[in-house]
């Protein structure tokens, strides 16, 4: 449960204990992120050895969603109230420093350990489809066919309540030894951008559609069909 | 052990059972991918959990390493001979279809499972050292300071000995269902770039240096010091 500053409370596992400077506990850092990433690395124990897959996820208030096959081995396994550790890590830049020791990287990352509950109800479930769809590109949703009841039935998605969780961050120029800060090498942070590239259309798009708003918006374009 | 075809071995937890069309097994995809990658989620299990941490690591030929400082309770938990499992993955693009359902995105990832080894040797040590340093940026390692004996003696190294991996690419336009490719739905992909933005010199730079070669190289510039 968030505490009453809003914050998630420290525990044994969540609680930094190497560079705790670099820790944050409070939900809006720590849903930032999982709003800014991608992908999540969903962390399970199958036959008692680590295995770690990456897949899409959205959040919705307090709660994390992945899905799948509901042929799925690992959605079986975690839907059976397995232990989870979900993991989203977002790279902003190389820190170069004047010694390999000090390099580093700016990242922010989440770190969330539960359990998983398979989601039956119906609503909850286009909810979280629709946050899936939405998450990987906003706007997508209204444009795509809509689901059908045998879709629904073939997905599996997963609850996964935000109530461990914790945030690493590290930013700023690279920290040196002291005595290095006088020698002459270059240091400073080389920032990693990911952006879009040139939308590929579907080869068997049957007609020229122009691009979807979804689409145009993402890659910051507004231009109109006869424009293309 | 990598076979006559220079593959990795199928084993049951490498073998893809869903879509195994995606699983590539061969040491060269597996390389790439990890080459490409710039950081890992290594999991293992703590008090029976799944943990999935972020870090950086390193190939050297057949073998993984990551690194981390000498008190990491992660590391020591690993050098311990525990099972481990890193997974590498590259996100190329949106892939939009008509539907929810096929949406999907366009990725590379390999997963890696094993059990990682302390790294006594100094020589070993210190290529290691170097890879990740080369790994984060090439040429980075001749322009920094020299490690010393005391920041040798400070940071972990472990290998992962690259013996059960198998890699998984998605890559192409959105599958649809073939009643949906009628409909005026705009599909495809959008891919994802990674690049890098201007580089951010250390505020605390006490003269003013050129950008290294190393960084240079990075950003695709050639600019001379007096450029800048």
Not at 140 to 165: F, G, H
Request: proline content about 6%; hydrophobic content about 40%; charged content about 25%.
């Amino acid at each position: 449960m968030i505490t009453e500053d809003n914050s998630f409370p420290i525990t044994e596992r969540t609680r930094l204990k190497r560079l705790p400077a670099r820790g944050a506990y409070d939900a809006q850092t720590i849903y930032d992120i999982l709003d800014a990433g991608r992908i999540c690395h969903i962390g399970f124990v199958s036959d008692g050895a680590p295995v770690v897959i990456p897949t899409g996820y959205a959040r919705v208030d307090d709660r994390l969603y992945v899905h799948g096959s509901a042929a799925s081995r690992m959605l079986k396994t975690l839907a059976q109230g397995a232990d989870v550790c979900v993991t989203v890590t977002l790279l902003d830049g190389l820190v170069l420093a004047r010694s390999a020791f000090h390099s580093s990287m700016n990242y922010r990352s989440v770190v969330v350990f539960g359990k998983a509950t398979l989601v039956e109800d119906r609503d909850e479930k286009i909810a979280a489809l629709t946050a899936f769809t939405e998450h990987v590109l906003r706007g997508r949703w209204p444009e795509v066919r809509r689901v059908t009841e045998q879709e629904l039935k073939a997905t599996s998605v997963l609850r996964l309540p935000l109530t461990e969780a914790s945030a690493k961050v590290r930013t700023g120029p690279p920290k040196d030894e002291e005595e290095d800060y006088a020698l002459p090498i270059w240091a400073g942070v080389l920032p990693l951008v990911t952006g879009f590239g040139e939308p590929i259309s579907d080869p068997r798009l049957e007609t020229a559609l122009p691009l979807p708003a979804s689409v145009k918006q993402a890659i910051g374009k507004t231009r109109s069909a006869d424009e293309r």
